[in-house]
């Protein structure tokens, strides 16, 4: 496995072929060569593609694996054609479905053809937005139109879970830092406290804390471990006493995060 290449290949981005790929990947031991070749819409493209595919097999001496999501039967066809390990990801669901529905699909290419004109992906770059502008708490205004606001210390995973639930789900995720001052007071953010319903809290282990600040700030007071495990105590008390709900980054994806959060906040934006 750690030796093996492994190939998506998709007419669109190759995200869904990667994603849905790395997920199958996970339940085996290795970390394989990874190849995102996206855009795969030509007939010139694919052979290319085949060449490359088929080089790998011989520099190797293992045929690499070949994740595709192609729609178009000719590509397809030709990349079937190449030496390796090739899974077709969305024939061994669309054929099915046809069935079952007794439809044929519309075998478009691209997910995300004419996206820009949908309301889910305007709502989405205005999510990003309001994501991005309430940044570690880099402001407090129009904190009503938040779905949610995270808190807790520097570092604990803020950022990049408001992000995820904005470029993945559409929501208007605000996060702020809790700092030894809120601490001193003994209570949230005064901006805050309008929309503490709206507060979601995140933690993490203060080992885990210290290594992760040791790498912005070697050797200071803000990575050192008692430190780390002063603000984490505090802020766990805190959320306890305002009865925000709130778990831990430590060992959780931003994926496994996200989707935690979205069940105890907004529920609806699991169903499509």
Not at 199 to 213: D, K, N, S, V
Request: proline share 6%.
């Amino acid at each position: 496995m750690p030796n093996r290449t492994v190939y998506f290949v998709s007419d669109g981005t190759g995200i869904t072929a990667e994603t849905f790929g790395n997920s199958i990947l996970a339940q085996f031991p290795g970390k394989p060569r990874h190849v995102r070749r996206p855009f795969i819409d030509t007939a010139d493209k694919a052979h290319q593609v085949v060449r490359e595919i088929n080089h790998s097999t011989e520099l190797e001496g293992v045929r690499p694996v070949v994740f595709l999501t192609l729609v178009d039967p000719e590509i397809l066809r030709i990349v079937k054609e190449s030496r390796g390990m090739v899974l077709d990801m969305f024939n061994t669901f669309i054929e099915p479905l046809e069935a079952e529905f007794g439809i044929t699909s519309n075998h478009r290419v691209g997910r995300f053809t004419d996206v820009s004109k949908s309301q889910e992906y305007t709502d989405r770059i205005e999510a990003i937005n309001f994501s991005l502008a309430h940044d570690d708490g880099q402001s407090a205004k129009n904190l009503e139109q938040a779905d949610v606001i995270l808190v807790g210390v520097s570092r604990s995973g803020k950022t990049p879970t408001s992000l995820y639930l904005a470029m993945q789900h559409g929501i208007k995720a605000a996060n702020y830092p809790l700092i030894p001052e809120d601490f001193e007071r003994n209570e949230i953010p005064r901006s805050l406290a309008p929309h503490k319903g709206k507060c979601f809290g995140l933690t993490i282990a203060p080992e885990r804390l210290a290594e992760i600040r040791n790498e912005r700030r070697p050797n200071s007071t803000y990575s050192k471990l008692e430190n780390c495990r002063h603000e984490v105590a505090q802020a766990e008390a805190m959320m306890r006493r305002e009865g925000i709900s709130w778990l831990s980054s430590t060992h959780k994806s931003i994926e496994e995060i996200a989707t935690t959060i979205l069940r105890d906040i907004r529920p609806d934006r699991l169903m499509y």
